[in-house]
C-alpha cells in the first residue's frame, strides 16, 4: 500500500524507535538503499523532551485530533525541512506506530540553512536547554566534543549555586553572561558564557542557547600581566595612589606611603585625599586643579606642597587623571631634591653672575671716576664762582643752571653703578633691545683689554622683549669674558650687532638651548676673532659646571646660566664657528618691528645741548644736533619724515618757539615738539605743544621726551 504514495511516506515504531516501513519516495528522502538497510538505520537517542512530545501527539491523535509539525531531518547529516502529517496505526505485533507522511517543504531560505550549517561547524560550544526546568534539546557538534556532561542545565556548570544564578539573570533580563567553571574532556576550565531566551521552534516552547568560550589561557595570561603590574607598581619609587569617586583613598603603594610617612595601607584607606594637605593647598586644589578635570580620561599636571604624617612639608611633582568609575588616579613624584638643586644652581647663578659685574665695575669705575671728577670740579668751580659774583642775578641763576646739570650727571653716573652691582632683580618689562645694548657699550669696553676692539652696531631699528635688562647685560658681558679669555694674550676683535632674527639655514652647524620663537624675533649677535671652539665641546658647551678652563678660573656655569635666562624669556641662546672664530647668537620674541627715534635737537647753550645728546644717546636715540633752530627747522622741511622729535630752545634768538610752530603748521608738517624755556608758558593759541621749564633734571627730560613721542 505504501507503495502507492508519491509522498514520503513511512511507519514510525513509537515504542522501539524506528522505521518500520517506508515508501519509495521515503527512502529516496532518508537516502536510504533499501527498506531493510533504512530499517537498521539507528535514528538517535530521543532526548527527554523529545519522547514527551512524541508521547503528547500520540494521545492527541487518539482523541481524533490532526496534528501537523515542522520537522528538521538529517538524511546523510545534511538538514532537510519537511511538513509532517500524523496518523495513529498499529504495527503487525499490535506496537504503537504512527504513520507520518512528509511533504517535503520548499528549501529553507539561504541564510536559515547558512544558519543551522554555522551552528554545526560553529568551534565555540552551542547548547539548546527547554527553559526553565534546564532539559537538554540539541547540543552543536563542539559542545559534544568539548564538554564532558551537557545533558542538562544543572550539569553544565561545576559550581552548584550557578545553575539558580544563571536561570535568574535570564528569567530578569532575558539575555546573561558571565564566566563559571566547567567541566571539559579535557578537564577543569574557565569558560566565558552566555545566554539568550528563546522559543523552540519544535516543540514551541520556551528554550535557552548558552554559547560557551574557554578563556581559561587567556585569564592566565591576564593573571600573570596583573601580577606583573603589581610587581611594577610595589616595586616603583613613584607614588601611586587611586581613590574612589568620593575622593576617598582605596590604594597606595609603598612609595606613597613612605613619601608621606604611613606604615601600612590601612592608616590612609578610606580616608579622603584632603588629609595630606595645607588648608591653602586644598583650595588652590578645589579652585583651579579639579575644574580642570571634566571627565573619564582628563588628565591634570603641575607641582602641589604635600603635608607628611609628622608635618613636615614634601614637594611633590602631580599627575592627575580620572577614572572610569569617577575616582581619581594619582602618581606623584618627590621632587624635594630636585628643587633644592635648583635653588642651588640658581644662588651659583647669581653668585657668578655677581662676580662678573665686579670683575667688570673693577675696570669700569676707573673710567668713571675720571668724569666724575670732571663734573665735580665743574660743580666746585660753578659755585665758586657763584661765591664771586652773588651780585649778578642772571650769572648766579646761569651757574645755578650748571650745578643742577653736572649734579645731575654725576648722580647718573653713581646710579648707574650701583644699579649694575646690586643684587636685586625687578619683574621682565618691555625694553628697548637697541638701547640696552647702546647702554651697555661702556661696560663691555670696559671688561675687554685695549688689545681687543670692540665694535657694537645697534643699527636704527627699535625691538622691545619682554625681559629683566639686568639679565641681557649679565649674558653680554659672559659672552664678552668668554672672547676675552679665548683671545688670550693675542690681539683681536669683538664685533657685537643687533638685527631682525631668522631661522638658522638648514645644515648649518649650530649648538644650543631654547626655542626659536614662533613669531617675529630680534637677535643680538656676538662675533671673535679667537680660535673657535673645539668640535668635541660644542655639544657639551650649555651644560651647567662644564668648562674648559683651567682649575680657579672657570665655575662652567656661564654658558648654561646665559642659556637658561634666554630659555626663561621664550628665546634660544646657540652658538657655533665661523671659520675665523667663534659666534653666539641670542634670539629673543619680540613685539613688532619699529625704527628708531632720531630726534633733531637745536639749542643756544651748547654745553646744555651736549649734555642733552649725551642723554638721550644713552637711551638709545639718534640724536642730531644742529646749531639753532632755524637750521632745525630746515632740516625738518627738506626732509619731513626723517625725524620722531623735534627738540628745541623756545629762547633761542633769531627764531623764538612759537614762530617755529607757526611754520610747521603752516607747511602741514606733524612732528612732535618739545621746547625747553626758562620762563614760556604754553600759550592759548598752542596748548598741546610739551614744554620743558630749565633747569631740568635727568629724569624730567626723558619723561618729557616718552611723553611727546607717545602722544605722536
Not at 318 to 340: F, K, M
Request: hydrophobic content about 45%; some cysteine; proline content about 5%.
Amino acid at each position: 500500500m505504501l507503495s502507492a504514495f508519491r509522498r514520503p511516506v513511512w511507519v514510525y515504531d513509537l515504542d522501539a524507535h524506528r522505521i518500520e516501513a517506508a515508501s519509495p519516495s521515503a527512502l529516496l528522502l532518508w537516502r536510504a538503499e533499501s527498506l531493510e538497510a533504512l530499517v537498521q538505520r539507528p535514528l538517535g537517542a530521543l532526548t527527554p523532551a523529545a519522547s514527551a512530545r512524541l508521547a503528547d501527539n500520540w494521545a492527541a491523535l487518539l482523541r481524533g485530533e490532526e496534528i501537523g509539525e515542522q520537522w528538521t531531518l538529517y538524511p546523510g547529516g545534511h538538514p532537510t525541512a519537511v511538513h509532517c502529517m500524523f496518523s495513529a496505526v498499529r504495527t503487525a505485533t499490535g506496537a504503537r506506530a504512527m504513520l507520518i507522511e512528509a511533504e517535503p517543504r520548499t528549501p529553507e531560505a539561504p541564510d536559515t540553512q547558512r544558519a543551522v550549517e554555522a551552528l554545526r561547524h560553529d568551534p565555540a560550544p552551542m547548547i539548546l536547554y527547554s527553559f526553565p526546568d534546564g532539559t537538554l534539546l540539541m547540543a552543536n557538534p563542539a559542545a559534544r566534543a568539548a564538554l564532558a556532561e551537557v545533558g542538562s542545565l544543572d550539569a553544565l556548570f561545576v559550581e552548584a549555586e550557578a545553575p539558580a544564578r544563571v536561570r535568574g539573570q535570564i528569567a530578569q533580563a532575558g539575555t546573561a553572561w558571565g564566566e563559571d567553571h566547567v567541566l571539559t574532556r579535557a578537564g577543569l576550565r574557565v569558560a566565558a558564557w552566555r545566554a539568550a531566551r528563546g522559543v523552540d521552534p519544535v516543540s514551541g516552547g520556551e528554550m535557552v542557547a548558552i554559547t560557551l568560550l574557554d578563556v581559561t589561557d587567556a585569564r592566565a595570561a591576564t593573571q600573570a600581566q596583573l601580577e606583573a603590574l603589581s610587581q611594577a607598581i610595589e616595586a616603583t619609587q613613584d607614588g601611586i595612589a587611586l581613590t574612589d569617586a568620593a575622593g576617598n583613598f582605596t590604594f597606595m603603594n609603598p612609595a606613597h606611603l613612605r613619601m608621606f610617612g604611613f606604615e601600612e595601607l590601612t592608616q590612609v584607606a578610606g580616608r579622603p585625599w584632603s588629609i595630606l594637605y595645607s588648608d591653602a593647598e586644598r583650595e588652590r586644589f578645589v579652585a583651579e586643579v579639579f575644574p580642570a578635570l571634566t571627565g573619564p580620561g582628563a588628565r591634570w599636571r603641575g607641582n602641589a606642597a604635600g603635608l607628611r604624617l609628622d608635618g613636615s612639608t614634601i614637594m611633590q611633582e602631580v599627575s592627575l587623571t580620572i577614572h572610569q568609575d569617577g575616582g581619581i588616579i594619582c602618581l606623584t613624584r618627590d621632587n624635594s631634591e630636585r628643587i633644592a638643586a635648583e635653588a642651588q644652581r640658581r644662588r651659583l647663578e647669581v653668585e657668578l653672575a655677581q662676580a662678573q659685574k665686579m670683575e667688570a665695575v673693577g675696570q669700569f669705575v676707573g673710567g668713571l671716576a675720571h668724569d666724575l671728577n670732571n663734573l665735580l670740579a665743574a660743580i666746585l668751580a660753578t659755585s665758586t664762582g657763584i661765591a664771586a659774583q652773588n651780585t649778578n642775578a642772571d650769572r648766579v641763576r646761569m651757574g645755578c643752571e650748571r650745578i643742577d646739570r653736572a649734579g645731575a650727571q654725576a648722580a647718573r653716573m653713581v646710579r648707574r653703578m650701583l644699579d649694575f652691582v646690586r643684587r636685586e632683580e625687578g619683574p621682565p618689562v618691555r625694553v628697548d633691545l637697541r638701547a640696552v645694548l647702546v647702554r651697555s657699550t661702556e661696560l663691555l669696553r670696559a671688561l675687554l683689554p685695549k688689545r681687543v676692539t670692540l665694535e657694537v652696531l645697534p643699527g636704527d631699528q627699535v625691538f622691545r622683549a619682554l625681559v629683566q635688562e639686568d639679565r641681557i647685560v649679565q649674558v653680554l658681558l659672559n659672552l664678552a669674558a668668554n672672547a676675552r679669555d679665548a683671545m688670550g694674550t693675542e690681539a683681536g676683535h669683538v664685533h657685537v650687532r643687533l638685527g631682525v632674527a631668522v631661522p638658522a639655514p638648514q645644515g648649518d652647524v649650530r649648538f644650543g638651548r631654547g626655542s626659536f620663537p614662533a613669531g617675529e624675533a630680534a637677535e643680538i649677535v656676538v662675533e671673535d676673532t679667537g680660535p673657535g671652539v673645539p668640535p668635541e665641546v660644542f655639544p657639551r658647551l650649555f651644560e651647567a659646571f662644564y668648562t674648559t678652563k683651567p682649575a680657579g678660573q672657570g665655575t662652567g656655569l656661564g654658558l648654561s646660566t646665559s642659556a637658561g635666562i634666554l630659555t626663561d624669556a621664550g628665546g634660544r641662546l646657540e652658538g657655533w664657528n665661523t671659520g675665523k672664530g667663534a659666534a653666539f647668537r641670542l634670539v629673543l620674541p619680540i613685539q613688532a618691528v619699529d625704527q628708531v627715534a632720531r630726534v633733531i635737537l637745536a639749542h643756544s647753550d651748547p654745553e646744555l645741548a651736549d649734555l642733552i645728546a649725551r642723554v638721550l644717546d644713552r637711551e638709545g636715540y639718534v640724536v642730531e644736533a644742529v646749531g639753532n633752530a632755524r637750521a632745525a627747522l630746515d632740516a625738518v622741511l627738506g626732509n619731513p619724515g626723517a625725524y620722531r622729535l623735534l627738540l628745541a630752545d623756545a629762547d633761542a634768538a633769531g627764531l623764538r618757539g612759537d614762530a617755529l610752530l607757526t611754520v610747521l603748521r603752516q607747511a602741514q608738517i606733524e612732528i612732535p615738539v618739545l621746547l625747553t624755556s626758562r620762563g614760556l608758558t604754553p600759550s592759548d593759541t598752542l596748548p598741546t605743544e610739551k614744554y620743558l621749564r630749565t633747569p631740568f633734571s635727568t629724569a624730567a627730560l626723558l619723561s618729557a621726551v616718552a611723553e611727546a613721542l607717545g602722544d605722536a
